[in-house]
C-alpha cells in the first residue's frame, strides 16, 4: 500500500508559477513510476505528466510541453510538478499517482495504469 499526499495548489494569475509536490509513504519509492493527471469539471481526468523510478525518462501532455516539469527526489519520496506560463485551462485538481509496473511511454498516460492515487490539490488560474 502506497499514501500519497499532494500540495501546492492555490489561486494563480494566468502567467504565473506553482510547484505542485506529492510525498509518498508505505512502500518503496523507487518501484514506482510516478504520474501526474488533473480533472477539470465536467471532464475525464487526463494524463500531464510521467517520470520513471531513476527520473531518467519522462513524458508530458502536449498541452503542458514546454511548460511543465517533472521531477523527483527519491531520498525525500517526493515527485514535484513545476507548472509555470499558467493558462486558464489548466484550472483543475491535480492528482499524483504511483505506478507499479514500469515507465512504459505509451502507457503512462493512461489512469487505469496506476495502482495509488492521491486526494487532489485544486489549482484554479484567473484570466
Known amino acids: 500500500q502506497v499514501q500519497l499526499v499532494e500540495s501546492g495548489g492555490e489561486l494563480v494569475q494566468a502567467g504565473g508559477s506553482l510547484r505542485l509536490s506529492c510525498t509518498a509513504s508505505g512502500r518503496t519509492f523507487t518501484d514506482y513510476t510516478m504520474g501526474w493527471f488533473r480533472q477539470a469539471p465536467g471532464k475525464e481526468r487526463e494524463f500531464v505528466a510521467a517520470?520513471?523510478?531513476?527520473?531518467?525518462?519522462?513524458d508530458y501532455a502536449d498541452s503542458v510541453k514546454g511548460r511543465f516539469t517533472i521531477s523527483r527526489d527519491n531520498p525525500k519520496n517526493t515527485v514535484s510538478l513545476q507548472m509555470n506560463s499558467l493558462k486558464p485551462e489548466d484550472t483543475a485538481v491535480y492528482y499524483c499517482a504511483a505506478d507499479r509496473s514500469g515507465f512504459v511511454r505509451s502507457q503512462v498516460t493512461l489512469p487505469d495504469r496506476y495502482d495509488y492515487w492521491g486526494q487532489g490539490t485544486q489549482v484554479t488560474v484567473s484570466s
Open positions: 517520470i520513471s523510478w531513476s527520473g531518467g525518462r519522462s
